[in-house]
Nanobody, 129 residues
Framework: QVQLVESGGGLVQPGASLRLSCVAS????????IGWFRQAPGKEREGVSC????????YYTDSVKGRFTMSRDDAKNTVVLQMDNLKPGDTAIYYC??????????????????????WGQGTQVTVSS
């Protein structure tokens, strides 16, 4: 059974860091592109980052470039999203997802989420002073 479980969310002040983890079961991460998405109240779901299976190449939406880093630990079958210098605008529920194709091209574009076939339950990130 394919399953993705996120953890690591919380309430932090602006400028702080959080480390989100996504543990996969039922498949191996190194064969699929994996993405992080987020959805804030009243807003559309937004693609945050994606990691390519072949060479671990990563992609980020412009608003998080230089602050967020996505990585993969094959031994633990886990992907991690390190989030530094958090801003109130980062407040959202964060989801990890498996893409049906082993590539990140257009994964973070509008409607890119449609190409992902398995989703975790999400973890809440709140950035507030």
């Amino acid at each position: 059974q394919v399953q993705l479980v996120e953890s690591g969310g919380g309430l932090v002040q602006p400028g702080a860091s959080l480390r989100l983890s996504c543990v996969a079961s039922g498949f191996t991460l190194d064969s699929y592109a994996i993405g992080w998405f987020r959805q804030a109240p009243g807003k559309e779901r937004e693609g945050v980052s994606c990691i390519r299976p072949s060479d671990r190449g990563t992609y980020y939406t412009d608003s998080v470039k230089g602050r967020f880093t996505m990585s993969r630990d094959d031994a633990k079958n886990t992907v991690v999203l390190q989030m530094d210098n958090l801003k109130p605008g980062d407040t959202a529920i964060y989801y990890c997802a498996r893409r049906a194709i082993p590539a990140c091209a257009l994964a973070l574009a509008t409607d890119g989420a449609r190409s992902f076939d398995a989703w975790g339950q999400g973890t809440q990130v709140t950035v507030s002073s």
